[in-house]
């Protein structure tokens, strides 16, 4: 996935959830729901999430030093895992709170101006629909044959896997909040406003634990997928310049950044020059297969037979 895909779906879904957030803040201000708070701080949660998210990507570009050798590739799992952490006390937190508040004085908070929570809502949806596509389209490319689930689990770039969820639990959170606001306004009990936002929070809490679960993972260090170590495998099996791969680890730094080490196997008639002319060339070849490859060491080894049990 490119990082250019990632931040035409960030800046989408950053302008996106702050129209947003003001509409719900005005909406609420006109109805006094309980659910359209909640969502008015889910939006401008998620707009600052995007915020981070850019600057994260900003602060990943800059060049490693001898302090960061291998760069500030991390930087974007970084601050993906603090926009897990704002979820939940700002999104989950909040509305559940609210929405316990509601429920245990719903009389005190009668519903008013219904129309315009709904007509907020409505708006919303199509908005965030819009954010939703654009994500989902950027992450076509990246995902291949892979379902949404499986994208979010397995890749190794952290941005679009956030602003999917975020986007996608967003339109469900608005869906409850409209069903919510039209059962209080059939029913002309505002406890079911309260209902509604428990259930955005609750919702908000699944999604910022599974992104801070799969952000926790990338922030540790997370191997290349079995697809490409299969290529660096392959490209040094094939290279006409080694015997063979003796053994092989790799390492994220960063979306695009990737760490590897091999102990490959070389003729072992082969003179010192002829040896670092020949780890160059396998270099190369890794590269060619693995552009991410970014930083490579390979350690010239003899292949041995595995010792006696006995």
Wanted: proline share 4%; with cysteine.
């Amino acid at each position: 996935m490119s990082a250019g895909g990632s931040k035409k779906a960030i800046v989408a879904a950053f302008l996106a959830n702050l129209g947003i957030a003001v509409a719900k803040f005005i909406a609420f201000l006109f109805t006094g729901s309980s659910s359209m708070l909640a969502e008015s701080v889910h939006s401008l949660a998620d707009t600052g999430n995007q915020g981070l998210l850019m600057l994260g990507g900003k602060r990943a570009q800059r060049e490693a030093t001898p302090l960061h050798p291998f760069g500030y590739g991390r930087e974007r799992y970084f601050w993906a895992f603090v926009v897990a952490i704002i979820l939940f006390t700002l999104g989950a937190l909040f509305a559940i709170y609210e929405g316990i508040e509601k429920v245990a004085h719903a009389h005190e908070h009668e519903l008013e101006a219904p129309g315009w929570a709904i007509g907020t809502l409505l708006v919303a949806i199509v908005l965030e629909g819009l954010s939703f596509r654009t994500a989902l389209h950027e992450a076509e490319a990246a995902r291949g044959k892979a379902s949404i689930r499986q994208f979010i689990r397995h890749t190794r770039s952290p941005e679009l896997p956030v602003v999917i969820l975020e986007d996608l639990g967003a339109l469900v959170g608005l869906v409850l909040a409209l069903t919510a606001v039209g059962l209080a306004i059939v029913t002309g009990n505002p406890v079911w406003d309260g209902i509604g936002t428990l259930c955005i929070g609750t919702l908000l809490f699944a999604i910022a634990l599974i992104l801070a679960t799969e952000m926790k993972s990338l922030l540790i260090g997370e191997s290349a997928t079995p697809e490409v170590e299969g290529r660096i495998r392959d490209a040094i099996e094939g290279s006409d310049h080694a015997k063979g791969l003796i053994h092989l680890r790799t390492e994220h730094l960063g979306p695009e950044e990737l760490l590897v080490v091999a102990k490959v196997e070389f003729p072992e008639e082969m003179r010192m020059r002829d040896l670092a002319t020949a780890v160059d060339q396998v270099e190369v070849d890794i590269r060619a297969a693995v552009p991410e490859a970014w930083m490579l060491f390979i350690e010239p080894d003899i292949r041995r037979a595995p010792l006696s049990a006995d």
